[in-house]
């Protein structure tokens, strides 16, 4: 079982759409949660980190569910300009190396 | 925000050359630093943990004699594809727990694209 999965996709939304991603971890001691957003040819880049109590960026909100052991990413109202690969990734402990990377999920907004 | 600058974006070497990327923190300290490769529609795979002042750890798999890992200061590491060949064409991207701790979040340098001929 790998350690961060994530549904691969692609997902293909028209614009307007309201589209979630989910992230499931193995390990349950995990320490912190983010979500990253990778366009092609590019360096990913943070787009939110994710807190226990959920949290909400403008049109973006993340969920952490421990219980569970996922992460989720909601995207309201999407715009052409979302489309990119979204990167979970998973601090499993303490030590430097202890960083996990989903696959990513693809995303295609559509007009 | 923390920033990892990562030089050059871009090269094209011939087969059998070495060639050396370099990944710096701007404004921030980091004595550890990640190198990744990623191939076409791949995930990121980490390659190598880059320490300040002693040995980089590498992933099962990776050739340390043939990437090259230094850290000689707390803000910038190194890594040098050696004898370079077509196979090792791909996106290399190092990065930094921006806020010194951990548990915050990774930056990343904004990518090296080599190409071997």
């Known amino acids: 079982r790998k350690e961060v999965e994530q549904d691969p996709g692609p997902f293909n939304v028209p614009e307007g759409a309201t589209v979630a991603f989910n992230c499931t971890y193995s390990n349950s001691a995990s320490q912190s949660f983010f979500w990253y957003r990778q366009d092609c040819r590019k360096e990913p880049k943070l787009l939110m980190s994710?807190?226990?109590s959920g949290n909400e960026d403008g049109r973006f909100t993340a969920q952490l569910n421990r219980a569970s052991q996922y992460i989720s990413l909601l995207i309201r109202d999407s715009k052409l300009s979302d489309s990119a690969t979204y990167l979970c990734?998973?601090?499993?402990?303490?030590?430097?190396?202890?960083?996990?990377f989903g696959a990513g999920t693809r995303l295609t907004v559509k007009p | 925000g923390a920033v990892v600058s990562q030089h050059p974006s871009w090269v094209i070497c011939k087969s059998g050359t070495s060639v050396k990327i370099e990944c710096r923190s701007l404004?921030?300290?980091?004595?550890?630093m990640f190198w990744y490769r990623q191939f076409p529609k791949q995930s990121l795979m980490l390659m190598a943990t880059?320490?300040?002042?002693?040995?980089?750890?590498?992933e099962q798999g990776v050739e340390k004699d043939k990437f090259l890992i230094n850290h000689a200061s707390l803000t910038l590491s190194t890594l040098t594809v050696t004898s370079a060949h077509p196979e090792d064409s791909s996106f290399y991207i190092c990065?930094?727990?921006?806020?010194?701790?951990?548990?915050?979040?990774?930056?990343f340098g904004n990518g090296t694209r080599l190409t071997v001929t």
């Open positions: 880059s320490n300040e002042g002693s040995k980089a750890t590498y």
């Open positions: 990734v998973v601090n499993e402990g303490y030590n430097n190396n202890d960083m996990r």
């Open positions: 990065s930094a727990h921006g806020g010194g701790s951990t548990n915050s979040p990774l930056h």
């Open positions: 404004d921030f300290q980091a004595t550890t």
């Open positions: 994710v807190y226990s």
